[in-house]
């Protein structure tokens, strides 16, 4: 495995289109491995191909949890050609991108969704998510359509004086 270059604000791969998956090679398994040692290392929440410099429809999320014994569980998720299926109630939040550090946009998400995709064999899967993880697999998907917190959100944490912040309502994701 190795660690794979974050693509930063500025450059134009992240407002590009990707295009879908159609290999379904030992490459790809490998570019999977790599991502997900990348976002562990970085400390995000998911990662998308655009970011790493592929023009692909492909991403990892991370699902974290303590376990009875408060382990820290990490499971990651590989989702290629997804689909989001449907989204059910809203989640509004703060929310940070790998490529933009520094900016944290309130943004509003689906409360929970369905999504369809494939794994790194190209089988079909469906799962339900919720709250946190339904708005990294909503940021990352949105990642592969060149959209970005900067599209996204009209108000960033850091801009914010520490008034506004007080008014602030947000959600919980519980
Ligand atoms: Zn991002």
Same mark, same amino acid.
């Given at each position: 495995? $190795?660690?794979?270059?974050?693509?930063?604000?500025?450059?134009?791969?992240?407002?590009?289109?990707?295009?879908?998956?159609?290999? /379904?090679?030992?490459?790809? @398994?490998?570019? *999977?491995?790599?991502?997900?040692?990348?976002?562990?290392?970085?400390?995000?929440? @998911?990662?998308? $191909?655009?970011?790493?410099?592929?023009?692909?429809? /492909?991403?990892?999320? *991370?699902?974290?949890?303590?376990?009875?014994?408060?382990?820290?569980?990490?499971?990651?998720?590989?989702?290629?050609?997804?689909?989001?299926?449907?989204?059910?109630?809203?989640?509004?939040?703060?929310?940070? &991108? *790998?490529?933009?550090?520094?900016?944290? @946009?309130?943004?509003?998400?689906?409360?929970?969704?369905?999504?369809? $995709?494939?794994?790194?064999? @190209?089988?079909? /899967?469906?799962?339900? $998510?919720?709250?946190?993880?339904?708005?990294?697999? &909503? =940021?990352?998907?949105? =990642?592969?359509?060149?959209?970005?917190?900067?599209?996204?959100?009209?108000? /960033?944490?850091?801009?914010?004086?520490?008034?506004?912040?007080?008014?602030?309502?947000?959600?919980?994701?519980?």
């Amino acid at each position: 495995m $190795a660690i794979r270059n974050i693509v930063q604000d500025g450059d134009p791969i992240l407002k590009k289109k990707c295009r879908p998956v159609t290999d /379904f090679n030992e490459k790809l @398994g490998t570019v *999977l491995d790599d991502m997900a040692e990348t976002m562990m290392k970085a400390n995000g929440l @998911g990662l998308a $191909a655009p970011q790493i410099g592929m023009m692909r429809r /492909f991403f990892i999320v *991370l699902d974290q949890y303590y376990d009875e014994e408060d382990n820290v569980i990490n499971d990651i998720y590989e989702m290629i050609n997804p689909e989001i299926l449907t989204k059910e109630g809203e989640n509004t939040n703060f929310e940070g &991108c *790998l490529s933009f550090p520094g900016r944290n @946009g309130l943004i509003t998400r689906p409360q929970r969704i369905t999504v369809r $995709a494939q794994d790194r064999n @190209g089988e079909w /899967f469906e799962m339900e $998510a919720e709250g946190l993880l339904a708005r990294a697999i &909503c =940021h990352e998907n949105d =990642h592969l359509d060149g959209i970005t917190v900067l599209d996204n959100a009209d108000v /960033f944490y850091e801009d914010m004086t520490e008034e506004e912040r007080a008014e602030l309502v947000l959600d919980d994701y519980d």
